[in-house]
């Protein structure tokens, strides 16, 4: 998504109020991002305590502000300024994390990033974008920028099946249709799903969603999955994020909020600190139960 | 904006304001208070201009910065009266919102000079010619962040950027020089692309004259100060860190203000 997102932030610097800081990463990715901006493009160097908190200052002085890194060094390092400077404030800060999730796979846990949203959204007035797909990213920098509100966006790899017609962005979309079980994926991953389920038959097919806007609060559920959801036997929930925080809790307390009780419920969820070994982001997702095998054994009776 | 000279007879006032407001609230950090309300004062009542942004970085030192308010007439003495009280806007920490002098709550100790430096980042960007001034405590120059916030003033050439160092040697737990020594602290920074001048942080005229010369880079001007400064049994004392006044305390203090 990394080109998708640069071409989006280049459009976006028309504003000169524009600015964009990095922690010195971007290499073979955001040059255009900075020939296009000049001295509003700011390499703050590997300093992301200070790039946070120099963010939220420009903020608060109503310039447009992004500030980039990979993923776990953009809300886990500078955790208290988020808090602090950004939250606390409720200043529009973009923090843009490449490669969530297991996107850093062999690189290894220090640069995974599968507590993010979960730690995040702990936060007051911050809003949480996972695209999808990398067709998403224009919608998802123009609708983060405009928010008004602190944003954290989990970019990673979109990864829909070849030749698949990508459905117009929204916070939620329904991917498959079927008369199975309700299944809802989070970011990306739901687009590993499509092709599989896609070849169940019909009646058994399970209705795929999938989310990239967080939290439910802001960003509410459909009518239409909501009516699934109370017609189904059974309710899946995928997401590249460890289980506690993450966004299966999240929904079961907004059903509840509801009075909307679900039968069966199966989470798949990432379970990073359990292994010994590295490897890439397919290979701990699978680790983790997370491929498509494990969707379609959990689903199995459903 | 109109300039008030400040004066002994303001300072002293404001020195009693505030001893009288913590303990009336019965509240602590009185010490590293004193020690920095001189140069708060100084800057409040004759250097800030309309545009300009002072962050205080030690947040603890916020009775310092309402006492200042209240000196210039931002704040009245019914404000302070809710100093640390419920319901006020006064809290222990500088507030988030609700005092336009106040631009950013603070408390944490090493976030204040990336907030000065990305005030004054923002500044520059949109051609304005506002000077930020940003109070430190020594004590948080142990904190990385400092030193991050430090390395991007001087490579951005924030000349329009001011920092303070409360350098009264004593922080929560001993002094600095046994806590995380970094004596003589002008000679670290010299090592930056930073003017640095270390003065007596209670000569007004060494304060003036550090804050009027002309300023062409990132400028750290380190404040000799005293913990407790103003009140002899408080000077130099670790308790007076924490500890608020108890009624004797106050009224000994009261008097030896009075007295000067």
New interface residues.
């Given amino acids: 998504m990394r080109k998708q997102l640069c071409d989006a932030l280049v459009a976006r610097s028309v504003n000169q109020k524009m ?1 964009f800081l990095t922690g010195d990463l971007g290499f073979m990715a955001l040059e255009p991002l900075q020939t296009a901006m000049g ?2 493009f ?1 390499n ?2 590997v ?1 992301e ?2 790039m ?7 903020a ?2 109503e ?1 447009d502000v992004w500030a980039y890194s990979i993923a776990p060094f953009i809300y886990a390092r500078p955790f ?2 988020i808090r ?2 950004i939250a ?2 409720n200043l529009p800060v973009k923090l843009i994390g490449n490669g969530g999730g297991y996107g850093y796979g062999v690189m290894g846990p220090t640069h995974h990033a599968i507590d993010d949203y979960g730690v995040l959204l702990t936060l007051p007035n911050m809003s949480v974008y996972i695209p999808v797909f990398d067709e998403d990213m224009a919608a998802v920098v123009e609708r983060a920028g405009d928010s008004g509100r602190p944003s954290y966006i989990r970019t990673g790899r979109g990864e829909p099946p070849k030749s698949y017609s990508v459905p117009a962005y929204a916070p939620w979309r329904q991917l498959t249709q079927g008369g199975g079980p309700v299944v809802i994926a989070v970011g990306p991953l739901a687009g590993i799903y499509i092709e599989a389920i896609e070849q169940q038959a019909e009646n058994l097919r399970p209705r795929l969603w999938a989310v990239a806007e967080l939290p439910i609060d802001v960003s509410p559920l459909p009518v239409e999955l909501l009516a699934q959801i109370e017609g189904c036997s059974s309710l899946c929930v995928a997401e590249e994020h460890v289980r506690r925080g993450g966004f299966g809790s999240e929904l079961l307390l907004h059903l509840a909020g509801k009075g909307i009780a679900v039968k069966k419920f199966s989470h798949l969820y990432a379970k990073a600190h359990h292994y010994e070994r590295y490897g890439s982001q397919a290979y701990l997702r699978r680790q983790s139960g997370l491929d498509v095998d494990s969707l379609l054994v959990a689903l199995k009776g459903a | 904006m109109k300039k008030i000279i400040l004066t002994s007879e303001k300072l002293k006032a404001a020195r009693k304001r505030l001893l009288q407001m913590h303990f009336e609230s019965g509240v602590g950090h009185i010490g590293g208070n004193l020690s920095a309300l001189d140069s708060m004062l100084v800057i409040f009542h004759e250097y800030l201009e309309a545009d300009d942004k002072f962050i205080l970085s030690k947040g603890h030192s916020a009775g310092a910065l309402y006492t200042s308010l209240w000196s210039i007439g931002r704040l009245q003495d019914a404000d302070l009266k809710l100093f640390h009280k419920d319901d006020t806007l006064l809290a222990g920490h500088p507030p ?2 609700g005092i336009a002098e106040i ?3 603070t408390g ?1 100790l ?2 204040g000079l ?6 004054a ?3 520059k ?2 051609n304005s010619a506002a000077q930020v001034i940003c109070l430190t405590s020594d004590g948080e120059w142990q904190e ?2 400092t030193w ?2 430090l ?2 003033s001087c ?2 050439k924030l000349n329009n950027l001011t920092v303070l160092v409360d350098h009264n040697n004593l922080q929560g737990f001993g002094s600095t020089t046994d806590t995380a020594s970094m004596a003589p602290l002008w000679k670290k920074f010299q090592g930056f692309d930073v003017e640095v001048q270390v003065i007596d942080g209670h000569d007004l005229d060494a304060i003036r004259a550090a804050l009027s010369g002309e300023q062409t880079r990132f400028r750290i001007i380190i404040l000799k100060t005293i913990k407790g400064r103003g009140v002899s049994f408080m000077e130099h004392r670790m308790d007076s860190h924490y500890l608020p006044l108890t009624e004797n305390q106050f009224r000994m203090a009261s008097e030896e203000l009075d007295s000067l």
């Fill in positions: 600015v001295s509003r700011i703050a160097g300093a305590q200070n946070i908190s120099v963010a939220a200052a420009l608060r002085q310039l208290e300024q602090n400077d606390f404030h | 988030a919102k631009p950013f709550a944490s090493g976030h990336s907030l000065a430096a990305g005030t980042l923002g500044f960007l949109k990385g962040s991050e916030a390395i991007f490579h951005q």
